[in-house]
């Protein structure tokens, strides 16, 4: 993932993000979706070949509901779940 705002340490620009995302899909109601959302971005940079990690500068984002999260948040996370169904109506399932 590219960053929007790449960080700098040590005089070496960290331009992207190596992305850990977890996300639990639920139902309250039949037409009431939720999910819980854990996300964890880790700043890395490329070396020739070599990709470098700044474990000490990840970030992780978290709610447990959807209800917690801002506007943005929940339209991100829709998003994710339209290319989620893609997904399993490209598997036929």
């Known amino acids: 993932m590219n960053a929007s705002n790449p960080i700098t340490l ?9 992305m850990t995302l977890a996300v639990s899909g639920r139902y309250e109601a039949p ?5 819980s959302v854990v996300l964890t971005l880790t700043p890395i940079r490329f070396e020739g070949e070599d990709c470098i990690a700044a474990q000490d500068h990840a970030r992780t984002f978290l709610f447990g509901a959807l209800a917690s999260a801002d506007a943005a948040e929940r339209l991100a996370v829709s998003e994710v779940q339209a290319a989620l ?3 399993i109506n490209v598997k036929g399932l």
């Open 85 to 87: 169904q893609k997904f």
């Open 10 to 18: 040590d005089g070496k620009q960290y331009d992207r993000y190596a």
């Open 31 to 35: 037409d009431q979706p939720d999910a």
